[in-house]
């Protein structure tokens, strides 16, 4: 549902000195030729080292981990740290954190090789989870969102996130509020790391937490690629900026992208006498204006591309471009006193609850089910209310 956002990229200065020293070494004059060095390298990680940083110094990546591992393996603690930044440098973090979690658990190498750094980085937490407080609001919670980590960087940008909401003009206006951070390891919850799709997650690692924490969203910082809401989660990357964060926030509330969807998108959201707070399908605004107790004089019509693929007019109510045509620009007021309307109903947001609901009746499992339905039922969501009176 969102746009391309926040590329992942390597930052060089994280590996410029462990790259540089692999590179002179491999320089060095080799006094074995490869069958040799390579035999020896069998049970030699000193060896399995030279190999290694031959193979980094002739750009062959796989061949040099392979040869980083191998030393790591046999006991050779710093053979173990490049291996572990090369592996994330080649195949991303969750990798790097299933490998080294198959080690730990078949003792090919030592708890004691990696330190609680290294771990958290990973997402391999132990008993060093961080903890992260949550943020209440001085006019109440009217909508109540569960923030969910699973590696230090989510850890580390939420704090600085968080921060930033309460200190800005217009989101700090909002009574929305974060409960403490769940955390959970990054080889569980299983976010992808691809830059050119939709991060996607192992979600039902979180029915626990869904089923009984006291929130109606999710708010998942973790993995790598396009930002989204969808069904109650809010998946952002583990770099995400405020401003991305405000654009998706803004789904949450019901606010619709003014950018051109997919075919997909469009059949399911631009359909005439839909009831979005930026969007109005179609050219009346009757209703709209009865709706959201506005005088015409409030709103300045300005058509936009959203339908298109559909062959469908839309018109934002603002005339200035803004954030949820390009998440970087800026909140319009209407747009604001809209979201703090929407807020006045959180009973009309869809909760999480009733989407885990949905999934638990796929796989015919009616007592969690129930389980969620009366969740989503308590906060006051008339679907989940209809749907128990049926059952």
Same mark, same amino acid.
């Given at each position: 549902?969102?746009?391309?956002i ?5 930052i060089k ?11 002179? /070494?491999a320089?060095?004059?080799v006094?074995n $030729?490869q ?6 390298? @069998?049970?030699?990680?000193?060896? @399995?080292?030279?190999?290694? /940083? ?5 750009a062959?990546?796989?061949?040099a981990?392979?040869w ?7 006991g050779?603690d710093?053979?173990l740290h490049h291996?572990?930044q090369l ?8 990798a790097t ?11 090919t190498?030592?708890?004691a ?9 990973l997402?391999?937490w132990q008993?060093n989870k961080p903890?992260?407080a949550g943020?209440?609001h001085?006019l109440g919670c ?13 850890a580390d940008?939420?704090q600085s ?5 309460q200190q800005?003009?217009?989101?700090s ?5 974060f409960l403490?951070?769940?955390t ?5 919850l299983?976010c992808t ?9 192992h979600y ?14 999710l708010?998942v ?8 809401y969808?069904n109650g989660?809010?998946?952002l990357p583990?770099?995400?900026?405020l401003a991305?964060?405000?654009?998706e ?11 051109p969807l ?5 059949i399911a959201?631009c359909k005439?006498?839909m009831?979005y707070p930026?969007l109005?399908?179609g050219?009346? /605004?009757?209703a709209?204006l009865?709706?959201?107790?506005l ?5 300045a ?12 007019q839309?018109?934002?109510?603002v005339s200035?471009? $803004?954030?949820m045509?390009?998440y970087?620009?800026?909140l319009?007021?209407l747009?604001?006193?809209?979201a703090q309307?929407?807020?006045?109903n959180p ?12 999934l ?5 499992s009616?007592?969690?089910?129930q389980?969620?339905?009366q969740? @989503? /039922?308590?906060?006051?969501y008339a679907?989940a209310?209809?749907?128990l009176?049926?059952?």
């Amino acid at each position: 549902m969102s746009r391309n956002i926040l590329v992942q990229r390597f930052i060089k200065s994280r590996f410029t000195g462990f790259f540089a020293f692999l590179l002179l /070494s491999a320089c060095q004059p080799v006094n074995n $030729n490869q069958a040799e060095l390579m035999r020896r390298a @069998a049970d030699d990680p000193v060896a @399995a080292v030279t190999l290694a /940083s031959q193979r980094l110094a002739s750009a062959e990546y796989d061949a040099a981990l392979r040869w980083f591992r191998h030393a790591a393996l046999l006991g050779d603690d710093i053979a173990l740290h490049h291996a572990l930044q090369l592996q994330q440098r080649e195949q991303g973090r969750l990798a790097t954190a299933q490998w080294l979690q198959q080690q730990l658990d078949s003792n090919t190498i030592n708890n004691a090789a990696v330190n609680l750094a290294q771990r958290a980085e990973l997402g391999l937490w132990q008993q060093n989870k961080p903890r992260i407080a949550g943020i209440s609001h001085a006019l109440g919670c009217k909508l109540t969102l569960q923030p969910v980590i699973s590696q230090q960087a989510g850890a580390d940008n939420w704090q600085s996130l968080s921060q930033q909401w309460q200190q800005d003009p217009q989101l700090s206006q909002l009574p929305v509020c974060f409960l403490p951070v769940y955390t959970l390891d990054s080889t569980v919850l299983g976010c992808t790391e691809s830059s050119d799709t939709l991060i996607q997650c192992h979600y039902r690692a979180l029915d626990t937490v869904v089923e009984t924490g006291r929130f109606s969203q999710l708010l998942v910082i973790a993995g790598r690629g396009k930002a989204s809401y969808n069904n109650g989660i809010l998946q952002l990357p583990d770099n995400a900026d405020l401003a991305l964060f405000r654009h998706e926030f803004m789904h949450v509330l019901g606010f619709v992208d003014e950018y051109p969807l997919t075919e997909q998108a469009a059949i399911a959201i631009c359909k005439p006498g839909m009831r979005y707070p930026n969007l109005i399908i179609g050219d009346n /605004s009757t209703a709209y204006l009865q709706h959201w107790q506005l005088a015409p004089e409030d709103i300045a019509l300005t058509a936009v591309k959203t339908c298109q693929s559909i062959g469908q007019q839309a018109y934002r109510v603002v005339s200035a471009t $803004n954030v949820m045509r390009f998440y970087e620009l800026g909140l319009p007021d209407l747009y604001l006193a809209l979201a703090q309307q929407v807020l006045q109903n959180p009973q009309q947001l869809m909760p999480v609850q009733y989407y885990f609901a949905y999934l638990a009746r796929q796989q015919q499992s009616w007592l969690q089910w129930q389980q969620f339905m009366q969740r @989503a /039922s308590e906060q006051g969501y008339a679907d989940a209310q209809q749907a128990l009176a049926v059952d």
